[in-house]
């Protein structure tokens, strides 16, 4: 194999499969990139048995052939290149990088040792487009468990129904849950699937929000394509809980508040708060939405805030932190929360805009 290519683009080809290359492996050979010549292009691909990225850059192709590359290495020599173009040479088990004056030889494994990619039927898939699928992942997967104990809960239920795409996350003390309207290009069929976070976030890494992406399914994966980018997740196995059955009916104490005022007020409290439960005391009356946090160990703090509220007065406690991360995904100036006790969990959700866009959060039990 012999190729020549940018600098810019041998770079931008690595660090699209970076994230794909597991940091420990009992396998060698998915510590490497498989970097492979097409007519006009070099092809770069990278694994981990679970996520799986191929990217296509153009590049002069001399001498067709596909070699691996070990795959760390490789991208701190390219980000320490000079502006030149980089030329690639394998011999046997060896490839010789040259860019300027700089010249390296490195050890190459076979590139026959190298996983194959899953096989997905894209012909049997449906096209949407990416900002839809970015869109939906951004707002859910904050919300997946990181606890090994549920592997169903570590991933993202995504519901394709006609028209109407939705996302679903939860750890079991907090949910989300997006809904869209899309247009697709192919009827399709309804689908349940869990896909792990990882996979989706390559997806808004990776694609533009105007990609129009071919997306279909196996029995075990998910792929997503256009004509440079390829993007395979595993699948998780498993029923995903009933989520509609925790999703309250009957909070009848409302509170409209100002998202930005709120997000300052519970990121001031949180400071002295227990590193443990992160408790912050919500106080709701009318008018006015007090804020306080205790910990016996460091000490106290206290905020007020203007809101609208309707319903009894109510104290209830949750985790800052949960609170802070949804705030964080709420587009509009206003929030709406909706709670009925403080033992019973509440949701928040934009008022206004065109979101349908809801957050549920288990109440932290309050220290009198």
Not at 136 to 151: N, Y
Not at 183 to 197: F, H, S, Y
Not at 297 to 310: F, K, P
Request: proline share 6%.
């Amino acid at each position: 194999m012999k190729v020549t290519i940018t600098r810019e683009n041998f770079q931008r080809g690595l660090s699209a499969v970076a994230a794909t290359i597991p940091a420990r492996t009992t396998l060698p050979v998915l510590s490497n990139i498989l970097v492979e010549t097409l007519e006009d292009r070099l092809r770069v691909r990278g694994t981990d048995l679970d996520i799986s990225v191929s990217v296509q850059t153009p590049a002069e192709v001399e001498r067709a052939g596909a070699i691996t590359l070990p795959a760390k290495k490789v991208a701190d020599i390219a980000r320490e290149l000079p502006d030149a173009p980089v030329q690639l040479q394998a011999n046997g088990g060896r490839v010789s990088l040259v860019c300027g004056s700089s010249k390296f030889r490195l050890h190459s494994l076979s590139a026959d040792e190298y996983p194959s990619f899953p096989e997905v039927p894209f012909d049997e898939g449906w096209g949407l487009r990416s900002g839809e699928v970015q869109k939906l992942s951004a707002h859910t997967t904050f919300a997946v468990s990181s606890e090994e104990t549920r592997p169903v809960l570590n991933g993202v239920l995504w519901q394709v129904r006609g028209a109407e795409m939705r996302m679903v996350a939860t750890n079991g003390h907090r949910l989300a849950k997006m809904v869209v309207k899309v247009t697709r290009d192919a009827a399709g069929q309804d689908e349940d699937l869990i896909v792990p976070p990882k996979g989706l976030q390559q997806v808004e890494r990776l694609f533009d929000a105007e990609d129009q992406l071919q997306i279909a399914r196996s029995e075990s994966h998910l792929g997503f394509r256009t004509a440079r980018v390829e993007v395979y997740t595993r699948l998780i196995e498993g029923p995903y809980p009933n989520y509609e059955q925790v999703l309250p009916e009957d909070n009848d104490k409302i509170c409209i508040a100002d998202r930005g005022a709120l997000t300052a007020a519970v990121r001031r409290v949180a400071i002295v708060a227990s590193d443990q439960t992160h408790r912050v005391r919500l106080s709701f009356g009318p008018g006015t939405l007090a804020l306080a946090v205790q910990t016996p160990d460091l000490g106290e703090a206290e905020d007020e805030l203007g809101v609208e509220y309707s319903g009894a007065p109510l104290d209830i406690g949750f985790n800052a932190n949960y609170v802070l991360e949804i705030l964080r995904y709420i587009s509009t100036e206003e929030v709406r929360i909706a709670m009925s006790a403080p033992e019973r969990p509440a949701t928040f959700e934009p008022v206004g805009g065109d979101e349908t866009y809801l957050c549920l959060v288990m109440p932290l039990r309050l220290m009198e």
